[in-house]
């Protein structure tokens, strides 16, 4: 059994995850997480607010999952959120087209590769639909779409789509955001919620869904004042695969402190740089084996439209690598596209030391001219001429001055325009602000989780399997179980969990079967601790704590055990202290 298929199985058995709608066939690429999966997901989100949001002092906003077109007009996803899509002509099904060539093939990245490149694969390999066997050379590749279309309202509804990325959702709301920062740079927002793609061929699991959870930070900085507190992260070292080591035939990954990583130019953003080396800790925390795990720069070809900078944080998962993690150099695209669209105020006021005295060109148009001759056009003829004055002085030095609107160029006297030189004194001015964005798939980072956890071994002469969680982000904190249904343990151990639930553990209570298969089904689930209430608790009011990984055991005071159990989730003593 493959690894894939070993985490499928038990994900299934125990109720992390499962594909949703089975009742009614199911669908591809949509997947309820059950009671456990619930549970870890939420802690690994609880755990990336933590560390992204409380430590780092950023706030966090919950926006709406539909947004209407203009938005992504505004954003590109209209125009280049797109896959490659290949339609089988016999059998009629649709398959991303980089992946068949990257499963045939030895190529790793073959959605960097353009269209007629891809084409141009199929026919040097021969490749076939896997679902027929009919063979795909010849067939035309296509971009598709990712983004899910709907209707806002009744009628003639406005269009809309479900958000492809939670990030939009933060950038439309920046000008009432920054009132909330006091217009101060640098400052973070953060958001953790659902995001949409209509996927081509959803496949492995968690791995490629059209329904995800992201947990997106949108860092906005000044930059030419902001920068990072390097020092925090300076002797962290980093896993990483570097666009020149991606090229080179013995590349691999190499491991730098973020310092040299910097000095050496391998991330050409410090700010990237301070979130790779803070997110490094952040994933060993909750459970992700740095054994198998990369931090990949993205080439050219398969940068994201909006990114001048990009690394991927990789785990592998059955011998392949999967991104979990995207680090993006947004720069100002974002906020200066949806400043274009909407016409509102996506800048900030950076003032200056000390005013300054400046020379500032402007026009006063003599509309009474101007709108007689040009009616709808002379509006946008004065704010032709405005741009004009403010970039090129010299072409109001003669007569007449030259503008082009609408690909019409339009000459108007010197005098219409009004032309002025005027001293200043400014205090400041209107800057757009770049954007530092790390964006976690939530889903995948679970998924990795699980099968990074998955251990088996032999336990009195018996073969075990177990989850070794982290204890912060394991679904259940301990299992509590009475030795037998009887004879007043089941009561004490009621009450046991209740106090423990009281404390704020997440507690199951067990009964069924003998105290071994009790503890079995807690291993499996990654239980962390097990409180065994016996007859000697009746005794002396002590109970029994297991280690799920060593299964060592001690006894611990009832009235002590939240604190114990406390202190040994945080990690400040362990079972052998007791």
């Known amino acids: 059994m493959s690894e894939l298929e070993r985490v499928g199985e038990l994900a299934r058995r125990r109720g992390f995850f499962f594909p949703a709608n089975g009742a009614y066939g199911g669908v591809a690429g949509f997947y309820t997480y059950g009671p456990q999966g619930a549970a870890l997901k939420r802690n690994i989100e609880d755990a990336w607010r933590d560390r992204y949001v409380t430590q780092e002092g950023h706030m966090e906003v ?23 899509i290949i339609e089988c002509p016999a059998c009629e099904t649709s398959h991303r087209a980089d992946h068949l060539v990257e ?26 639909c896997p679902t027929c066997g009919e063979s795909l050379a010849g067939v035309p590749v296509e971009d598709f779409n990712l983004m899910f279309a709907t209707d806002i309202g009744p009628g003639s509804a406005q269009p809309g789509y479900l958000r492809p990325e939670t990030a939009q959702g933060i950038f439309v709301e920046f000008p009432r955001l920054k009132e909330y920062a006091r217009g101060q740079l640098p400052f973070g927002v953060a958001q953790v919620g659902n995001a949409y793609r209509n996927e081509i061929s959803p ?4 791995l490629r869904v059209r329904e995800f959870t992201q947990a997106e930070l949108e860092h906005f900085i000044d930059p030419e004042r902001d920068e990072p507190d390097l020092s925090r992260v300076a002797d962290v070292e980093l896993p990483l695969y570097s666009a020149e080591n991606q090229h080179a035939e013995d590349g691999g990954i190499e491991y730098v402190t973020v310092k040299e990583a910097v000095e050496e130019g391998i991330v050409g953003s410090d700010w990237i740089a301070y979130y790779l080396g803070i997110s490094l800790d952040w994933y ?3 459970g ?16 994201a439209h909006y990114a001048a900078d990009c690394w991927d944080a990789e785990s592998e998962i059955g011998g392949d690598w999967i991104e979990i993690t995207g680090f993006a150099y947004r720069s100002d695209y974002d906020l200066s596209k949806h400043g274009e669209y909407s016409g509102d105020d996506f800048t900030v006021f950076r003032a200056y030391d000390e005013p300054k005295t400046v020379e500032r060109a402007s026009v006063d148009p003599d509309m009474s001219t101007l709108g007689p001759e040009y009616g709808g056009k002379a509006a946008d003829i004065a704010e032709a001429l405005q741009t004009l ?4 002085r010299e072409a109001f030095e003669g007569d007449t001055v030259t503008v082009e609107v609408d690909g019409e160029e339009i000459e108007v006297a010197t005098a219409v325009a009004n032309f002025s030189v005027e001293e200043v004194t400014e205090s400041g001015e209107h800057i757009t602000p770049h954007v530092v964005e790390p964006s976690f798939g939530i889903g995948r980072i679970l998924y990795t989780v699980v099968a990074h956890a998955y251990r088996t071994d032999e336990v009195d002469g018996e073969a075990r399997d177990y989850l070794s969680f982290p204890a912060e982000v394991a679904p259940t904190t301990v299992g509590v179980f009475p030795l037998m249904g009887k004879d007043g343990l089941d009561d004490r151990a009621h009450e046991i969990a209740a106090t423990l639930r009281s404390a704020g553990f997440d507690v199951a209570y067990d009964e069924s079967g003998n105290i071994g298969r009790r503890y079995r089904r807690q291993d499996e689930i990654g239980t962390p601790y097990c409180v ?5 608790s009746l005794e002396d009011d002590t109970v029994t704590v297991r280690e799920r990984d060593s299964t060592e055991q001690a006894r611990v005071a009832i009235d002590e055990l ?14 052998s202290d007791l």
Do not use: C
Request: proline share 5%; net charge negative; hydrophobic share 40%.
């Open 62 to 84: 919950s926006a709406p999952d539909v947004m209407p077109e203009p938005v992504f007009e505004a954003s590109g996803h209209l125009e280049g959120f797109d896959d490659m």
């Open 103 to 128: 499963d045939a093939t030895d190529i790793e990245d073959a959605e960097a590769l353009p269209l007629e490149e891809v084409e141009a694969l199929f026919e040097a390999h021969d490749l076939e």
């Open 203 to 206: 496949r492995r699991q968690l």
């Open 532 to 536: 065994t209430v016996d007859y000697e």
């Open 562 to 575: 939240p604190a114990t159990l406390t202190a040994l989730r945080m990690g400040s003593k362990s079972l």
């Open 288 to 303: 992700v084996d740095m054994d198998r795990f990369r931090f990949r720069q993205h080439l050219a070809g398969e940068r």
């Open 284 to 286: 060993e925390r909750i």
């Open 389 to 392: 004055a403010e970039t090129d």
